[in-house]
T-cell receptor, first 111, second 118 residues
Framework: QKEVEQNSGPLSVPEGAIASLNCTYS??????FFWYRQYSGKSPELIMS????GDKEDGRFTAQLNKASQYVSLLIRDSQPSDSATYLC???????????FGAGTRLFVKA | GAVVSQHPSRVICKSGTSVKIECRSL??????MFWYRQFPKQSLMLMAT?????????EQGVEKDKFLINHASLTLSTLTVTSAHPEDSSFYIC??????????????FGPGTRLTVL
């Protein structure tokens, strides 16, 4: 059973703080990793993709990948109330197009 | 990013009727599209992979005769929920990978269709 695990939260951080979201996956062959943001009642929106070990930064967001530990994380700097949403970690299944999603972590940013 | 549309955005129907949901890739061709279902406060559950010009591939536990998928063109996939019942009420979302043919497949999602079966 291929799995993607996330802490369901909720994770609550004050405005301006760094929010740290974590994800582990079971398939060592996975090569593509994604973070999506989903607001309540809306469909997911792609925030970051990462394919190589290390950090990838895009604005206030930094994705971190450690394939040896099968671990992916997302850091949100200078968190804003508008960042309050559910963050889904997603991992591509090797050999095809399918993507497995974690259950998501609910983030609350308090003003 | 790539744009995926869905229609309708919301539908309410009586038990026993069939409902068709359309998913379109607006600015790219999609040989593959995915259909997900999401119940309140739960994660996305992949229902099936829609393949242009061939049969869809259904995930374990998803009834292919109940959830009919047709991928008639490179920009359109449809999901028909046949003989819908209240337990089919959910948020149905399609997605497509613009990359096509590679494993580096970022998924772009449609806005979703909220189905309520009375």
């Amino acid at each position: 059973q291929k799995e993607v695990e996330q802490n369901s939260g909720p994770l609550s951080v004050p405005e301006g703080a760094i929010a740290s979201l974590n994800c582990t996956y079971s398939d060592r062959g996975s090569q593509s990793f994604f973070w999506y943001r989903q607001y309540s009642g809306k469909s997911p929106e792609l925030i970051m993709s990462i394919y190589s070990n290390g950090d990838k930064e895009d604005g206030r967001f930094t994705a971190q990948l450690n394939k040896a530990s099968q671990y992916v994380s997302l850091l949100i700097r200078d968190s804003q109330p508008s960042d309050s949403a559910t963050y889904l970690c997603a991992v591509n299944i090797p050999g095809g197009f399918k993507t497995i999603f974690g259950a998501g972590t609910r983030l609350f940013v308090k003003a | 990013g790539a744009v995926v549309s869905q229609h309708p955005s919301r539908v309410i129907c009586k038990s026993g009727t069939s409902v068709k949901i359309e998913c379109r890739s607006l600015d790219f061709q999609a040989t593959t599209m995915f259909w997900y279902r999401q119940f309140p406060k739960q994660s996305l559950m992949l229902m099936a992979t829609s393949n242009e010009g061939s049969k869809a591939t259904y995930e374990q536990g998803v009834e292919k005769d109940k959830f009919l998928i047709n991928h008639a063109s490179l920009t359109l996939s449809t999901l028909t929920v046949t003989s819908a019942h209240p337990e089919d009420s959910s948020f149905y979302i399609c997605s497509a990978p613009p990359g096509g043919g590679t494993s580096y497949n970022e998924q772009f999602f449609g806005p979703g269709t909220r189905l309520t079966v009375l």
